[in-house]
Structures are given as C-alpha cells and as structure tokens.
C-alpha cells in the first residue's frame, strides 16, 4: 500500500517545494489527496503516508535551503490524516 501512496501523492511530493505554504503547492496537495482517495480509498495507515511522503522528500532535491524537515513531513501527514478523516 505504502508505494501506491507515494505514486497517488507523486504530483505533489515529487516537486521540490511541496513542504511551502505557497498556494500552488497547496493546490497540488488538495489535487493529491482527491488522487489518493481515488486510488487508495480512505482507509489510509498514518506510518505507511508518512513513510511514502518521506520516501519523496529524499528522493527530490530541494531549490531552497537545506528542503523539507521532519517537521514538515509531520505537518502534511497530519494535514492528509485530517482530510481522510483518520486518527
């Protein structure tokens, strides 16, 4: 399941600010969620997300700074947790 997530998210995680508050990046976050449920349901295990999403913030390379931080991996899974409704 965990990499159907990470495919589901790719078209937000895979850009280089995904983890900025920035509107474009917010609306790729919104796009991947309805991804996400669409492919993968709403039964989603908080680790596996988390897991997928920190799998993207290794593989891409940042444009700014030293990229996404641990925090910011936490904060957008519990942002996707929120919207699937999930503990």
Known sequence: ?????????????????WYTTHALDEGRFK???RNLV????????????????????KETMPL???GPQEKDIQRYT??????????
């Open 1 to 17: 399941m965990e990499d159907d997530i990470y495919e589901a998210i790719a078209g937000w995680a895979r850009i280089p600010t």
């Open 31 to 33: 796009e991947a969620m």
């Open 38 to 57: 669409e492919e993968c349901g709403t039964n989603i295990d908080r680790t596996e997300f988390e897991n997928a999403l920190r799998r993207h913030a």
């Open 64 to 66: 700014l700074g030293p």
């Open 78 to 87: 519990d942002w996707a947790m929120k919207v699937l409704k999930r503990p």
